[in-house]
């Protein structure tokens, strides 16, 4: 039982240094983005690439923000006692895998058989999709 306990204590410990990390990170982020709009002294090129720099910044502030999403239903998965189940197949989650994508749902295997169906199901759209354009008959033009 004291494996047990020590193991989750250490997952508890690496999901929340991941957390303080992404969080440090946005809020890092967000300063640094509020102090480059108090310097808005430019010319219409420096002000698109501003623009550009935002959305670029607004994506990564999005991904973060996912990221702790993601890391607390983590935590509340392992304070249910369930973290590190896969949800497909039940079994264990590597501890490997957990370490290097700590908010994992799947084992590796089943990740594996979701990626390449939804793959697969992306080809067959594409194919049904039809052609890009359509064949001119030569009736179409006298």
């Known amino acids: 039982m004291a494996n047990a306990t020590t193991r989750h204590a250490d997952l508890r410990q690496m999901l929340s240094e991941r957390r303080r ?4 990170d946005v809020h890092s982020r967000l300063r640094q983005s509020r102090a ?3 310097n808005g002294v430019g010319d219409d090129l420096d002000h698109s690439d ?6 670029l910044e607004f994506s990564l502030l999005q991904m973060r ?5 993601r890391i607390d ?10 973290y590190g189940a896969c949800r497909e197949c039940e ?3 590597a501890e490997r895998r957990l370490r290097a994508l700590p908010f994992a749902v799947r084992c590796q295997a089943c990740e594996q058989r979701r990626e390449e169906a939804q793959a697969a199901k992306r080809l067959a759209g594409q194919r049904d999709a039809g052609p890009l354009f ?7 033009f006298p």
């Open 73 to 82: 239903e983590a935590l509340r998965r392992l304070d249910a006692g369930n």
């Open 65 to 69: 923000a996912e990221t702790l999403a």
């Open 91 to 93: 079994g264990e989650i």
């Open 50 to 55: 501003a623009a550009i720099q935002d959305g």
């Open 134 to 140: 359509m064949p001119v008959s030569a009736t179409a």
């Open 21 to 24: 990390a992404a969080e440090d």
């Open 36 to 38: 480059d709009r108090t």
